[in-house]
């Protein structure tokens, strides 16, 4: 907790923004709610919104917070993870192409939300790390003259 006091003002501002646009353009391209340019194939329902409020909390806090050190990797997972949670399984080509729709109609969906739980906890553990780690000092770094 002690952590979060650290964090200034700009950076809470730049993590909103980012957690907004993800929000948004997530949801969009996932057809959450109707536009234009996409449609969803699965039913919508009220844990998909779960999930990507919470993905996009995370993803802004993520890369709005600055530090010298991260878990790249863990984030990079839990967004997938959480991806797979609150995306259209049937329109998500990729899955589509390597699993056929039948595997994922049968297994995928009824365990997508837990994949999505999975990935925030990921998510979450990599940016409990990403703050929590101690930042760089400079009499950590050692050099040989």
Sequence with gaps: MHRLKEINLKEWFISLVIATMVFVMMGTLTALWNNPYFIRMSPVTDWDFVILSLESMLIG??????RPRCATKKAGFGGIF?????GCSLCNKLLLLVFGSGFLLTYFEPIRYYVGAVGILIFSFALYQKITLPLFQQTDIKTEV
Aim: glycine share 28%.
């Design 82 to 86: 959480g991806f797979l949670g609150f």
């Design 61 to 66: 806090l993520f890369f709005g917070i600055r």
